[in-house]
């Protein structure tokens, strides 16, 4: 149970209000795309701008469980059929990916768990419980045994990435927890345990900051070296990463109860809050050069969401410091990094997909989910999709 003050509970209301209140206009403006970001404040369409899993930011682009995801948080905070109805829209898009062989990698927990799972969840839809565990046997596929981890992409641009695991992929992982939770079948909680140790090894550093990409030998599973990734450079330390690691550990901690993932959870959320800024401005990286003052607001929401489900798990005596930083990061999205216009599609502003992507400061649509799935959560009745 979460401890808020008064003050808290009326800003927390009046939040729930702002998005209510926009995603009402918003869902029905964009019901047929799946957006990434906005362009002059309307929603984007990635299942037709780019249909094809052969260019990556297609149809098969990893965001594209968002918009499905925002939807299933608005059906079950506001008993609203509309919202559920819109959701399925992007679900039976994403089949045409099941299609596609390279356009999928290990991103699909992040494309099936908030929509397939989220439906099959509330709905029981049978049709969505295939699609979700096609999904999860994809993954478990990728499992690399000599190096006890999935792999990240496919060889695209990048070249060899066969020895490639990323950070990121602790929030795939969940899938293969509901898939071993809903079948009965061990082997994908197995494997999703297995890639989780791997990762607080080969990524989490001594001082709780972590890696973004490992790059294993994948004939004989030794660590080969590390890489920036989306971050600075190699050894810095890419916020959004950071929280990929925080939440990502609390939810493998969540679905095993094995200790050490909370511990994990812990330590990392203890780096990233002593480095949090004076003015609660999440940078791209902790490592970054203090100029230009790059910054990446979907990284404060996933933090958020993080800090906040480690307060409850660690119970009353101890959540006051992991709550009140997650108040504060969302108090500081709410209050300079958003947009509550009835006009524009977006909430938040100042996303960053990377530190060396020219396009930084945009919407970027796992912001705003990541957004709306902490206000819910301090609300303390949210659907967990993950
Ligand atoms: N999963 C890729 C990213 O965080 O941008």
């Given at each position: 149970m979460l401890q808020l003050q008064n003050t808290d509970q009326t800003w927390l209301h009046e939040v729930i209000a702002k998005i209510t209140n926009k995603m009402d206009l918003v869902s029905e403006r964009s019901r047929n795309k799946i957006p990434y970001t906005v362009v002059n404040g309307v929603h984007d369409d990635r299942s037709v701008d780019n249909p094809s899993c052969l260019d990556a930011d297609g149809i098969c682009w990893w965001t594209n469980g968002f918009w499905g995801g925002i939807l299933w948080l608005m059906h079950h905070e506001t008993g609203n059929e509309k919202y559920q109805e819109i959701a399925k829209i992007s679900e039976d898009k994403l089949d045409e990916c099941f299609q596609q062989y390279n356009g999928l990698h290990h991103d699909v927990g992040f494309m099936w768990l908030p929509t397939s799972v989220a439906n099959y969840k509330v709905t029981g839809n049978q049709k969505s419980k295939t699609r979700a565990l096609h999904a999860a046997n994809l993954l478990a596929g990728r499992f690399n045994l000599a190096g006890r981890f999935i792999r990240a992409w496919n060889d695209l641009d990048e070249g060899d990435t066969r020895g490639w695991a990323i950070v990121d992929c602790m929030f795939n992982i969940p899938l293969l927890y509901w898939a071993s939770e809903e079948t009965g079948d061990p082997r994908f909680k197995q494997i999703a345990m297995a890639h989780a140790d791997t990762a607080m090894t080969a990524f989490v550093r001594p001082d709780g900051s972590v890696n973004h990409i490992v790059e294993f030998d994948p004939f004989y599973g030794g660590v080969v070296k590390t890489y920036g990734g989306?971050?600075?450079?190699?050894?810095?330390?890419?916020?959004?990463?950071?929280?990929?690691?925080?939440?990502?550990?609390?939810?493998?901690?969540?679905?095993?109860?094995?200790?050490?993932?909370?511990?994990?959870?812990?330590?990392?959320?203890?780096?990233?809050?002593?480095?949090?800024?004076?003015?609660?401005?999440?940078?791209?990286?902790?490592?970054?050069?203090?100029?230009?003052?790059?910054?990446?607001?979907?990284?404060?929401?996933?933090?958020?969401?993080?800090?906040?489900?480690?307060?409850?798990?660690?119970?009353?005596?101890?959540?006051?410091?992991?709550?009140?930083?997650?108040?504060?990061?969302?108090?500081?999205?709410?209050?300079?990094?958003?947009?509550?216009?009835?006009?524009?599609d977006n909430i938040l502003i100042n996303g960053s997909a990377a530190y060396h992507n020219p396009n930084r400061h945009t919407a970027i649509i796992y912001g705003d989910y990541y957004f709306i799935e902490a206000i819910f959560k301090l609300k303390g009745n949210d659907l967990y999709l993950w």
């Amino acid at each position: 149970m979460l401890q808020l003050q008064n003050t808290d509970q009326t800003w927390l209301h009046e939040v729930i209000a702002k998005i209510t209140n926009k995603m009402d206009l918003v869902s029905e403006r964009s019901r047929n795309k799946i957006p990434y970001t906005v362009v002059n404040g309307v929603h984007d369409d990635r299942s037709v701008d780019n249909p094809s899993c052969l260019d990556a930011d297609g149809i098969c682009w990893w965001t594209n469980g968002f918009w499905g995801g925002i939807l299933w948080l608005m059906h079950h905070e506001t008993g609203n059929e509309k919202y559920q109805e819109i959701a399925k829209i992007s679900e039976d898009k994403l089949d045409e990916c099941f299609q596609q062989y390279n356009g999928l990698h290990h991103d699909v927990g992040f494309m099936w768990l908030p929509t397939s799972v989220a439906n099959y969840k509330v709905t029981g839809n049978q049709k969505s419980k295939t699609r979700a565990l096609h999904a999860a046997n994809l993954l478990a596929g990728r499992f690399n045994l000599a190096g006890r981890f999935i792999r990240a992409w496919n060889d695209l641009d990048e070249g060899d990435t066969r020895g490639w695991a990323i950070v990121d992929c602790m929030f795939n992982i969940p899938l293969l927890y509901w898939a071993s939770e809903e079948t009965g079948d061990p082997r994908f909680k197995q494997i999703a345990m297995a890639h989780a140790d791997t990762a607080m090894t080969a990524f989490v550093r001594p001082d709780g900051s972590v890696n973004h990409i490992v790059e294993f030998d994948p004939f004989y599973g030794g660590v080969v070296k590390t890489y920036g990734g989306q971050g600075y450079e190699d050894g810095s330390s890419w916020t959004r990463g950071q929280t990929w690691a925080l939440y990502g550990f609390m939810m493998s901690y969540i679905h095993t109860g094995k200790e050490e993932y909370m511990h994990t959870a812990k330590r990392i959320a203890h780096y990233f809050m002593a480095n949090i800024p004076e003015n609660g401005v999440i940078p791209i990286d902790f490592r970054q050069p203090k100029e230009p003052a790059y910054e990446d607001s979907t990284a404060a929401a996933i933090a958020a969401c993080g800090l906040i489900e480690i307060a409850k798990a660690v119970g009353q005596n101890e959540q006051a410091v992991y709550l009140n930083t997650a108040l504060k990061l969302l108090r500081t999205l709410d209050e300079s990094r958003s947009d509550w216009s009835a006009e524009t599609d977006n909430i938040l502003i100042n996303g960053s997909a990377a530190y060396h992507n020219p396009n930084r400061h945009t919407a970027i649509i796992y912001g705003d989910y990541y957004f709306i799935e902490a206000i819910f959560k301090l609300k303390g009745n949210d659907l967990y999709l993950w």
